[in-house]
């Protein structure tokens, strides 16, 4: 089955600078890489995704882009913003059975 | 448009016991995932129902079972409890055939 791989698992910046979170996935198959952001008490909250047939997603200060022949993802966030700071998860969605496979996270800390 | 739904917020539960948790779907949506999220992990798939049938499951014992409602609303049922099954249970959200899944806020459930 699909394992996802998410580095760094601990990510402090300062504000104004740039975030990046990388994810590397084990199944060719998968079709879907959406990303997550889950504060405090909260469930995850869908902030970007990408499909297997685009190598680049941005939406404002968020990015994603997909390497499928290394099968890597990555979310870029530009000019980080102290709202910013939460726990993001990158995930994969296996494509035979819709089931959806999360990495194990990231905090990212936005320092003033 | 109502968000993903579920109740309780919190639950303390003894070795042994069973307990249900409950998710309301949001507005239109008619596919439901369970997640269960250890602290400090990502999401674990647990399953997912479609048309008030299981339509696809994680690695998670018979003791998980679920129910869907013809509102599309549904349950998450666990018999046996055990230690380690004490966790954030987180549930989903879609529309059949479409990518996207909406969290609702998450059951975190405490086994003593």
């Known amino acids: 089955g699909e394992n996802v791989e998410q580095h760094p698992s601990t990510l402090s910046v300062q504000e104004g600078d740039s975030a990046v979170i990388k994810c590397t996935y084990s199944d060719s198959a998968s079709n879907y890489f959406p990303w997550y952001k889950q504060e405090l008490g909260k469930g995850p909250q869908l902030i970007i995704d990408?499909?297997?047939?685009?190598g680049e997603k941005k939406d404002q200060r968020i990015a994603v882009t997909l390497n499928k022949t290394a099968k890597h993802f990555s979310l870029h966030i530009t000019e980080t913003q102290p709202e910013d700071s939460a726990v993001y998860f990158c995930a994969a969605r296996e494509n035979r059975d819709d089931k959806i496979i999360f990495g194990k996270g990231t905090r990212l800390h936005i320092l003033p | 448009e109502t968000g993903v739904t579920q109740s309780p917020t919190h639950l303390i539960k003894t070795r042994g016991q069973q307990v249900t948790l409950r998710c309301s779907s949001q507005?239109?949506?008619?596919?439901v995932s369970w997640y269960q999220q250890a602290l400090g992990q990502g999401p674990q798939f647990i399953f997912q129902y479609y048309r008030e049938e299981e339509n696809g499951r994680g690695n998670f014992p018979p003791r998980f079972s679920g129910l869907q409602f013809p509102n599309y609303s549904s349950e998450l049922n666990v018999n046996a409890l055990e230690l380690d099954d004490s966790a954030l249970y987180l549930c989903?959200?879609?529309?059949?055939?479409?990518?996207?899944?909406?969290f609702g806020p998450g059951t975190r459930l405490t086994v003593l």
């Open positions: 989903a959200s879609s529309l059949v055939g479409a990518d996207e899944q909406f």
């Open positions: 990408i499909r297997s047939n685009v």
């Open positions: 507005s239109g949506h008619n596919t």
